[in-house]
């Protein structure tokens, strides 16, 4: 069956790094679009980062540019997001998400809380 899982969350102050990875399996993982999306509590679930099937795209969100980079393996079948500078506002869930055309995945989900 379709699994995304992911694993990299944790708890770091304000400045800090963390590597978020998400581990595909049960479709075909090269041919699949992904992303990353983050929700707050409180707040709607909203767009991080972008990476198309091929991985010559990618686009991120204006809070994340310049400070989160998004990647893929399609020989490992994961996806990363390698998060730096993170500030408290960085903190929520963080899913990852599978899509061709109608075809989507969700992961479910991994906390990063960004704290002093």
């Known amino acids: 069956q379709v699994q995304l899982g992911e694993s990299g969350g944790g708890l770091v102050q304000p400045g800090g790094s963390l590597r978020l990875s998400c581990a595909a399996s049960?479709?075909?993982?090269?041919?699949?679009?992904m992303s990353w999306y983050r929700q707050a509590p409180g707040k709607e679930r909203e767009l991080v980062a972008f990476?198309?099937?091929?991985?010559?795209?990618?686009n991120y969100a204006d809070p994340v540019k310049g400070r989160f980079t998004i990647s893929r393996d399609n020989v490992k079948n994961t996806v990363s997001l390698q998060m730096n500078s993170l500030k408290p506002e960085d903190t929520a869930v963080y899913y990852c998400k599978a899509e061709l055309v109608r075809l989507v995945y969700w992961g479910q989900g991994t906390q990063v809380t960004v704290s002093s």
């Open positions: 990476i198309s099937s091929d991985a010559r795209r990618t």
């Open positions: 049960g479709f075909t993982f090269s041919m699949y679009a």
